[in-house]
Every structure is written in C-alpha cells, then in structure tokens.
C-alpha cells in the first residue's frame, strides 16, 4: 500500500519514523508493506532520510497508486480543501487535526461513508491514548451520560507544576515553553481552546450530535492563582482543566473549565503532559482511558493505526457518524446544577445560603474565605454570590467541582 503524508511537521515526522522502524509489525497488522510515495510540505528537509518530497497537492491527488493520506497539516487550510478533493477522488484519510474535524467532521465523514471509503482521526483528541474508536466501536451498545476528564498536555504541567512545586502560572509557562510543552504563543492551550474543539468530538460520537465548539462555553487556567492552589490543598482537592459534555434532555451540553477535582478521584493523580478521559454510562458505569496526550511518537502511533485500519478496510466504510448541526441539539445548560469552590476577601457572613463547608485563609495578612457549594444552577449561583456580596464580600474566584 502506498500512503501520503501532508505536513512533516512534529507528527508527520513522526509517522514517517513509525511506519520506517516497524516494517515487519505493519505487515503482521495488515497482511502488506506500507510504502510512503508522497510528504507534501512547502519547506525543504535536505537531511531527512527520505526523497518524496513535493510541493505539489496535485502530486498526491493525481496518483492512483496512494491509497491513503496523512493529513499532520493542521488548522482548516488548506487541509480542509485538500480533504473533500482527496475524498472525492476516492482516497481514504487519515488526519490528528482536531480542528478540522470540530469543524467539518460531519460533511467529511458523509462524503467518506458515500464513497464506501474511510476518514479516520484517533489521534485528534488524547494523543496516543486509544478513546476514538472505543466511542465509536467498543462502547456502543450502552448509553453515554457523560464524558469529561484532562484533555490538555500543556495545562496539566503547567498545574502540577503549580501545585507540586509551588510555582506561579507565569513561572510553570515559562517551564513549559523550555519543555517544548508549549508554543511560543500558547493561547490555545491556556485559554482552552484545543480542549474544546476536543470536546466537541467526544460528545459528537459519545451523544450522536455535532456541536459548534464556538458555542462551547470555554474557560483556562490564566486566572488561577496561588490562593486557589492554597484553598485546594486544604480543602483536598486538585485542580485540573476539565472537558466535560453531558446529556441535557434530547440536546447536548459541554464546556470547559478549570475545575476542583476530589483527591480521591484518578483524575487528580494525573499529572505531567498526561491526560485522562472518563466515559460514564447507564450501562457501563465509569471507564478511564489514560496516557500521554501529546509528543510526537505516540501521537503518530496513534495516526498509523488508523492507517493499518483504512487499509483492513479498504473497501469498506468503518461507520462513525452524528447528526449534522442543529441550535436545538446544543444546550447552554441553564437548568444542570453543579457544586462550586467561590473564594471571596472579607468577613464571612454567618449563613451563605446553598454552602455546605467554608474554610479561611491560613495567611493572616488576608481575610479571604471559601466555600463550597451544594449543586447549583447557573441563576442559584448567582443568587449566592450576590447574597455574599451584599454582605459586603468581594469575589476573587469561582470553579466548578467534578468527578466526585
């Protein structure tokens, strides 16, 4: 089989490597050698092992020889064009762009599933970690109630760092940055943005709807502060950045958070560049899926795998499918109630109305005290700040509580 790979960046290098060193494993797993015919990339890699280099889409698109198609290019273009006209032209793709698949992943699977052919994208959400094809294979049969759980390699190190070393948010960015963990403009991932467009895809194939992530309230870690890394310790918890979707009636709701996570719970224990994903269901109970969720090598396994499943599948369409879009399937969650840590500086008043345990500060040089919640809606979360705020608080910081 002859394959293609579009973009030999970090993960397409990492293909290149996977598929070069394990030859005889790939023919055990599909029954034939795998030949790389095509690397599209605008840039020149005079040292690379490899001579199929090209500039030329046309190249790739124009070959009847390549099969299957790499696309490690990221964004929505030119990847975006590249996919539909490589689909239509009968090839079957293989993609870690989540971006791409949050935002075109229904029309693509469509035209994939009309031409009998495959568009497969394992690696886009949890980097080498196999949640995927379980969504969409192995857990079927029962009925999802929700999926949450660590979704960001870059803001879980930056956490852990400032949980395990005390250090602040600017210092364990910088860290990450030194690390390769984070870009040189690391918005996406502190502001939670790649966790997003991450939830949108498990909740389409967990729950059968597209969602806009753009409607997908959204959330990072920039506004954590030493004193919440203080008041989760005492209080026994960790903090980690959460993608959560849930059933809301017949629709769908997700976001994205900074959340107080039970030391208890597994999703506290994961730490470093690694992710954890909890699938709970009527049937099923809770499954965690855990590993690295980003670097290279295992981000490309999980690219290659998917390329031995396109080709075990040649001629045959692995279903995966959701409803396209509707405003009606994607719900704002008014009415689901979750508990909340609120932080507030000032005097506690003698009752907060919808509190079930209140701790202080143990600095002296600040009246600072936090609460935390009974399970609350949007409005009665409202109506409990204002409540301490009439009081004469001030609030300094308000998350969710998941995984209890």
Not at 98 to 119: D, M
Not at 222 to 235: N, R
Not at 368 to 392: H, N, Q, R, W
Request: hydrophobic share 40%.
């Amino acid at each position: 089989m002859k394959i293609a790979i579009m973009g030999f960046g970090v993960v397409g290098s990492g293909v290149g490597e996977v598929v070069t060193k394990n030859q005889e494993n790939l023919i055990n797993k599909c029954g034939e050698s795998i030949e790389i015919a095509h690397i599209l990339d605008l840039r020149d890699f005079p040292d690379s092992e490899f001579d199929c280099f090209t500039k030329d889409f046309n190249d790739i698109l124009n070959d009847p020889e390549v099969g299957v198609v790499v696309e490690t290019m990221g964004g929505v273009n030119p990847a975006y064009d590249f996919t539909k006209k490589l689909l239509l032209a009968g090839k079957h793709v293989v993609t870690s762009n989540k971006e791409l698949v949050a935002t075109h992943g229904t029309e693509l699977l469509a035209l994939a599933r009309e031409r009998n052919i495959n568009y497969l994208f394992e690696a886009s959400v949890g980097g080498g970690i196999p949640i995927i094809r379980p969504l969409y294979s192995c857990l079927t049969a029962g009925e999802a109630t929700d999926v949450f759980g660590i979704l960001n390699g870059t803001t879980n190190y930056i956490l852990t760092q400032m949980f395990q070393c005390g250090e602040s948010f600017e210092n364990a960015l910088k860290a990450a940055q030194q690390k390769g963990y984070a870009e040189a403009d690391p918005t996406a991932d502190v502001e939670g943005y790649d966790t997003c467009r991450k939830i949108a895809i498990l909740a389409a194939l967990a729950f059968g709807k597209a969602l806009d992530y753009t409607k997908i309230s959204t959330e990072g870690i920039t506004k954590i502060t030493a004193d919440d890394v203080a008041f989760a310790e005492k209080l026994g918890y960790a903090i980690k950045l959460i993608g959560h979707s849930t059933k809301d009636g017949d629709a769908v709701y997700a976001a994205v958070f900074p959340a107080f996570v039970p030391k208890n719970s597994p999703l506290a224990g994961i730490n470093d560049v690694f992710n954890g994903i909890i699938v709970r269901g009527n049937d099923l109970g809770e499954v965690m899926f855990y590993g690295r969720g980003a670097g290279k090598l295992p981000t490309a396994n999980a690219v290659v795998a998917d390329v031995v499943d396109a080709i075990k599948h040649k001629r045959v369409n692995v279903i995966i499918k959701w409803d396209a879009y509707d405003e009606k399937h994607q719900s704002q969650g008014e009415n689901l109630a979750y508990a909340y840590y609120i932080r507030f500086s000032g005097k506690a008043p003698a009752n907060i109305p919808g509190s079930r345990i209140v701790a202080f500060s143990d600095d002296d040089r600040k009246a600072e005290f936090a609460v935390l919640t009974e399970g609350l809606t949007k409005s009665a979360l409202e109506d409990v700040i204002k409540s301490t705020k009439a009081a004469g608080c001030e609030l300094m910081s308000c998350m969710r509580l998941i995984g209890e």
